[in-house]
Protein backbone atom coordinates (compact mmCIF):
# COMPACT_ATOMS: atom_id res chain seq x y z
CA UNK A 1 0.00 0.00 0.00
CA UNK A 2 1.24 3.48 -0.85
CA UNK A 3 2.25 5.01 2.59
CA UNK A 4 4.14 8.61 2.34
CA UNK A 5 5.13 9.94 6.15
CA UNK A 6 6.35 13.20 7.60
CA UNK A 7 8.42 14.09 10.10
CA UNK A 8 10.61 16.28 11.57
CA UNK A 9 8.01 19.14 12.48
CA UNK A 10 9.26 21.44 15.46
CA UNK A 11 8.79 24.87 17.27
CA UNK A 12 11.89 26.88 16.29
CA UNK A 13 12.87 30.87 16.39
CA UNK A 14 13.18 32.76 13.46
CA UNK A 15 16.36 32.09 11.83
CA UNK A 16 16.77 28.72 13.01
CA UNK A 17 16.82 25.27 10.76
CA UNK A 18 15.09 22.70 10.69
CA UNK A 19 14.78 19.20 8.21
CA UNK A 20 11.68 17.38 7.45
CA UNK A 21 11.71 13.59 5.78
CA UNK A 22 8.89 11.99 3.94
CA UNK A 23 9.63 8.43 4.02
CA UNK A 24 7.80 6.35 1.53
CA UNK A 25 7.33 3.18 0.87
CA UNK A 26 4.62 1.21 -1.27
CA UNK A 27 6.89 2.81 -4.06
CA UNK A 28 10.58 3.62 -5.73
CA UNK A 29 10.38 7.13 -4.67
CA UNK A 30 12.15 7.94 -8.08
CA UNK A 31 9.14 6.54 -9.86
CA UNK A 32 7.10 9.96 -9.12
CA UNK A 33 7.45 13.48 -9.52
CA UNK A 34 8.02 14.86 -5.51
CA UNK A 35 6.69 17.87 -3.87
CA UNK A 36 6.55 19.72 -0.64
CA UNK A 37 3.69 21.80 0.48
CA UNK A 38 2.39 23.39 2.80
CA UNK A 39 -0.91 24.54 4.48
CA UNK A 40 -2.72 27.41 6.88
CA UNK A 41 -6.15 28.34 7.44
CA UNK A 42 -5.22 31.85 6.12
CA UNK A 43 -3.66 30.98 3.11
CA UNK A 44 -5.07 27.67 2.26
CA UNK A 45 -2.41 25.16 0.39
CA UNK A 46 0.90 26.64 -1.30
CA UNK A 47 3.33 24.67 -3.28
CA UNK A 48 6.88 24.94 -1.94
CA UNK A 49 9.11 22.97 -3.76
CA UNK A 50 9.86 19.64 -6.26
CA UNK A 51 12.27 17.19 -7.33
CA UNK A 52 11.22 16.33 -11.46
CA UNK A 53 11.52 11.80 -11.16
CA UNK A 54 13.77 12.27 -14.75
CA UNK A 55 16.77 14.54 -14.26
CA UNK A 56 16.20 15.58 -10.62
CA UNK A 57 16.27 19.00 -11.18
CA UNK A 58 14.85 21.11 -7.86
CA UNK A 59 12.16 23.69 -8.07
CA UNK A 60 11.26 25.92 -5.52
CA UNK A 61 8.71 28.81 -5.06
CA UNK A 62 10.07 32.18 -4.87
CA UNK A 63 9.04 32.57 -1.17
CA UNK A 64 11.53 29.90 -0.09
CA UNK A 65 14.37 29.96 -2.82
CA UNK A 66 17.73 30.40 -1.29
CA UNK A 67 16.92 29.35 2.03
CA UNK A 68 15.24 25.98 1.64
CA UNK A 69 16.98 22.48 -0.08
CA UNK A 70 14.86 19.51 -1.41
CA UNK A 71 16.69 16.50 -1.93
CA UNK A 72 16.10 12.22 -1.80
CA UNK A 73 17.60 9.29 -0.52
CA UNK A 74 16.88 6.47 -2.95
CA UNK A 75 18.48 4.14 -0.96
CA UNK A 76 16.11 5.12 1.89
CA UNK A 77 13.34 6.17 -0.13
CA UNK A 78 13.13 9.06 1.56
CA UNK A 79 12.59 12.85 0.33
CA UNK A 80 13.95 15.77 2.74
CA UNK A 81 13.13 19.54 3.01
CA UNK A 82 16.05 21.30 4.58
CA UNK A 83 14.45 24.53 5.90
CA UNK A 84 17.41 27.04 7.07
CA UNK A 85 16.77 31.24 7.70
CA UNK A 86 13.08 30.36 9.37
CA UNK A 87 10.57 33.11 8.93
CA UNK A 88 7.44 33.48 10.85
CA UNK A 89 5.68 33.21 7.63
CA UNK A 90 6.93 29.71 6.97
CA UNK A 91 4.93 28.42 10.29
CA UNK A 92 2.84 25.86 9.03
CA UNK A 93 2.02 22.10 8.06
CA UNK A 94 3.88 20.48 6.01
CA UNK A 95 2.96 17.71 3.03
CA UNK A 96 4.84 15.71 0.86
CA UNK A 97 3.00 14.55 -2.06
CA UNK A 98 3.48 12.60 -5.23
CA UNK A 99 2.46 12.20 -8.60
CA UNK A 100 1.19 15.80 -9.78
CA UNK A 101 -1.40 16.44 -12.20
CA UNK A 102 0.69 18.38 -14.65
CA UNK A 103 4.33 19.86 -14.10
CA UNK A 104 6.04 22.16 -13.51
CA UNK A 105 4.32 22.89 -10.51
CA UNK A 106 2.27 26.00 -10.01
CA UNK A 107 1.81 28.31 -6.38
CA UNK A 108 -1.79 27.48 -6.42
CA UNK A 109 -1.98 23.73 -6.60
CA UNK A 110 -4.79 21.95 -4.76
CA UNK A 111 -5.42 18.71 -2.81
CA UNK A 112 -6.66 17.24 -6.10
CA UNK A 113 -3.57 18.09 -7.99
CA UNK A 114 -1.83 15.30 -6.88
CA UNK A 115 -2.36 11.33 -6.71
CA UNK A 116 -0.47 11.09 -3.16
CA UNK A 117 -0.54 12.56 0.51
CA UNK A 118 1.05 12.30 3.67
CA UNK A 119 -0.35 13.14 7.11
CA UNK A 120 1.76 16.55 7.04
CA UNK A 121 4.29 17.41 10.34
CA UNK A 122 3.25 20.86 12.01
CA UNK A 123 6.10 23.43 11.99
CA UNK A 124 5.87 26.33 14.42
CA UNK A 125 8.50 29.20 14.19
CA UNK A 126 7.99 31.94 17.22
CA UNK A 127 10.67 33.88 19.58
Known amino acids: DVQLVETGGAEVQPGGSLRLSCAASGFRLAVYDMSWLRHTPDKGLEWVSA????????LYADSVKGRFTISTDNTKNTLYLQMNFLKSEDAARYYC????????????????????WGQGTQVSVSS
Open 97 to 116: AADARFWPPRKNMTWTDFTY
Open 51 to 58: VDRNDGMR
